[in-house]
Nanobody
Framework: QVQLVESGGGLVQAGGSLRLSCAASERTFSRDTMGWFRQAPGKEREFVATVSWDGGSTLYADSVKGRFTISRDSVKNTVYLQMSGLKPEDTAIYYC???????????????????WGQGTQVTVSS
């Protein structure tokens, strides 16, 4: 069964940094768009960042632009989210996602993403 497994979440003070990882098993996503989404308590899931299959194109939510960086290592079948300058409003469960439905594009819309991880909690204290 294909799995996406996130790791790297935790508790950090405001201004700190974390790096999230998302490792895929049972299937390679080296030709697929990968993304990160998050969901805070009482809020809907929202887009954070996405990267194209070759790493050549990225897209970020305005709220994280300049602070977060998405990257991927196709050999390791892993995508990363480097988060710096963290704020309390970044507190959420962060989900990794992969889309095998649309090739060659980066997408904010969660609907084309057909593989999802279980999420990792990120908590930023003030």
């Amino acid at each position: 069964q294909v799995q996406l497994v996130e790791s790297g979440g935790g508790l950090v003070q405001a201004g700190g940094s974390l790096r999230l990882s998302c490792a895929a098993s049972e299937r390679t996503f080296s030709r697929d768009t990968m993304g990160w989404f998050r969901q805070a308590p009482g809020k809907e899931r929202e887009f954070v960042a996405t990267v194209s299959w070759d790493g050549g194109s990225t897209l970020y939510a305005d709220s994280v632009k300049g602070r977060f960086t998405i990257s991927r290592d196709s050999v390791k079948n892993t995508v990363y989210l480097q988060m710096s300058g963290l704020k309390p409003e970044d507190t959420a469960i962060y989900y990794c996602a992969a889309s095998t439905r649309v090739a060659g594009v980066v997408m904010r819309d969660p609907r084309p993403y057909n593989y999802w991880g279980q999420g990792t909690q990120v908590t930023v204290s003030s």
